[in-house]
Every structure is written in C-alpha cells, then in structure tokens.
C-alpha cells in the first residue's frame, strides 16, 4: 500500500492550501485517513483525521481553520487549509490507520509533504 500526498508549497500567512492524498495498493478498506505534521525540532503532532464512517477530530490549534474530507471511492483524504498562519510550517503526513489486507491490517505513511507559510 502506497500514500501519495500532493498540494504543499509557499504561501503567505492568511492564504489557503489544499492537501490530497491517494491510497494505492492490494487492499479491501481503510478504517481512518488523517494528516499528522512535524515542524522542526518538534514532535509529529495529529492536524486531522477521518474515519470511514465520516467521524472527524482535529487538533486544538487548528480547528475552525482546516476541513478534512475522504472520498472512500477514490481512496483519498484531503485536507482544506484556511486563515494559514507561520506556525503552520510543517511537513505535513498523511496517514492511513487500519487498513485491511488480504492477510491481515496495518498501518501506513505517505511520504511528507512541505508546507510553508511566510511572507
């Protein structure tokens, strides 16, 4: 199973960006989608998740301010990012938790991908 995140880059404090990410591979279903994010010299800390049945949960410092979202047919998670501040930069993660396989479930992640917010 393979996570394929796109949508990081540069933007400036108050923009907008928007991840994606695509789950690709042999398997029956993914239980949870979220993004998890890393900022230097800081401990990867949870942005958003989703189950499959459409039960969200955030992080504190970013409710009100990023929406995630799933299309279960598309196997992938976005992740809508508003009002983006500095505290923001980050190598954001996406992960994919109880994925069933053929011989059993496990967890997976996607490769990182940077966002920067600065003017």
């Known amino acids: 199973v393979q996570l394929q995140a796109s949508g990081g880059g540069l933007v400036q404090p108050g923009g907008s960006l928007r991840l994606s990410c695509v789950a690709s591979g042999m398997f029956f279903s993914i239980n949870g989608m979220g993004w998890y994010r890393q900022a230097p010299g800081k401990q990867r800390e949870l942005v958003a998740e989703v189950r499959v049945g459409g039960r969200t949960n955030y992080g504190d410092s970013v409710k009100g301010r990023f929406t995630i979202s799933r299309d279960n047919a598309k196997n992938t998670v976005y992740l809508q990012m508003n009002s983006l501040k500095p505290e923001d930069t980050a190598v954001y993660y996406c992960?994919?938790?109880?994925?069933?396989?053929?011989?059993?479930?496990?967890?997976?992640w996607g490769q990182g991908t940077l966002v920067t917010v600065s003017s």
């Open positions: 992960n994919a938790d109880g994925v069933i396989l053929p011989l059993g479930k496990s967890d997976y």
